[in-house]
């Protein structure tokens, strides 16, 4: 089956940077479109960042100009990079990533910006 894990998350002060990483496993080919989703507290899931297997992004509004979205297709993996972290960048972190006719999501990774 494939699965999707997340790595990276932790805690973080505010105007730092944080690395997300996201691997598919149980998979042969590459995933088409791939994506960060975050959920913070009491909040709907909403896009971070998503990008193509041709490299092309977009981005969520809250991470123009801090977050950079990644991806190694032949590793089936995706990036989130993030900086200039703030308060409400608090969330769990979600990676998804397209076959076929399928989105495969991953259990999250904690991400908690605070002094």
């Known amino acids: 089956q494939v699965q999707l894990v997340e790595s990276g998350g932790g805690l973080v002060q505010p105007g730092g940077s944080l690395r997300l990483s996201c691997a598919a496993s149980g998979i042969i080919f590459r995933l088409d479109n791939m994506g960060w989703y975050r959920q913070g507290p009491g909040k709907q899931r909403d896009l971070v960042a998503a990008i193509t297997r041709g490299g092309s992004t977009n981005y969520g509004d809250s991470a123009k100009g801090r977050f950079t979205i990644s991806r190694d297709n032949a590793k089936n993996t995706v990036y989130l990079q993030m900086n200039s972290l703030k308060p409400e960048d608090t969330a769990v972190y979600y990676c998804?990533?397209?076959?076929?006719?399928?989105?495969?999501w991953g259990q999250g990774t904690q991400v908690t910006v605070s002094s």
């Open positions: 998804n990533g397209d076959l076929s006719d399928y989105t495969y």
